[in-house]
Antibody, heavy 119, light 111 residues
Framework: QVQLQESGPGLVQPSETLSLTCSVS?????????WGWIRQPPGKGLEWIGS???????YYNPSLKGRLTLSGDKSKNQLSLTLTSVTAADTAVYYC????????????WGPGTLVTVSS | QSALTQPASVSGSPGQSITISCTGT?????????VSWYLQHPGKAPKLLIY???SRPSGVSDRFSGSKSGKTASLTISSLQAEDEGHYHC???????????FGGGTKLTVL
């Protein structure tokens, strides 16, 4: 059974860098699967951030390209998200999920972690 | 790239059927059969209900069904139950750099 768990700082200062980790259990990142990141600002809808395949094929939401880096660590079976120059607009619950084919089909999801950008 | 369009809210009584629409363009819903639906309860992660327009993952009730006509996808919930209350999100594959686009979400209230 695949399980995911996000972890991160909770509070990030404006203009700083947001770093999140997603620990994956029940499936190896060396396997044939995509993994996605999705975020949800408070009270708003979901937004696809990006997806990664076997830690080496990476797809980004163009609205975040230039600030966003996704990566994976096969030895730790962890995914990572780094977002630079954050603003209040980046305040959201961040989810990682297994991406079943780059078609919008995400299952399962981690519980999510709230990141607030504020001074 | 605009988000898919969903009604902000819908409501229904227990036992009734309701339908939630999700409208896109020929670059997403109208061009591909890659529409998924999710149910999100407050404070929880979304749960996959429907994928590839009308397929249900194992364990999802057959009270949930999906369909598509042109640029609009629909989720129908039959025999409405109190536990169906929550936010429903649609998503689709889209051509171009974005790849995956979500709707704004629909709040379902069971009266």
């Amino acid at each position: 059974q695949v399980q995911l768990q996000e972890s991160g700082p909770g509070l990030v200062q404006p203009s700083e860098t947001l770093s999140l980790t997603c620990s994956v259990s029940g499936y190896s990142l060396t396997g044939h699967s995509y993994w996605g990141w999705i975020r949800q600002p408070p009270g708003k809808g979901l937004e696809w951030i990006g997806s990664i395949y076997q830690t080496n094929s990476i797809y980004y939401n163009p609205s975040l390209k230039g600030r966003l880096t996704l990566s994976g660590d096969k030895s730790k079976n962890q995914l990572s998200l780094t977002l630079t120059s954050v603003t209040a607009a980046d305040t959201a619950v961040y989810y990682c999920a297994r991406d079943l084919g780059l078609e919008g089909r995400f299952d399962p999801w981690g519980p999510g972690t709230l990141v607030t950008v504020s001074s | 790239q605009s988000a898919l369009t969903q009604p902000a809210s819908v409501s229904g009584s227990p036992g009734q059927s309701i339908t939630i629409s999700c409208t896109g363009t020929n670059s997403d819903i109208g061009g591909y059969n890659y529409v998924s639906w999710y149910l999100q309860h407050p404070g929880k992660a979304p749960k996959l209900l429907i994928y590839d327009v009308s397929s249900r993952p194992s364990g999802v009730s057959d009270r949930f069904s999906g369909s598509k006509s042109g640029k609009t996808a629909s989720l129908t919930i039959s025999s409405l139950q109190a536990e169906d209350e929550g936010h429903y999100h649609c998503t689709s594959y889209t051509s171009g750099d974005l790849l995956i686009v979500f709707g704004g979400g629909t709040k379902l209230t069971v009266l």
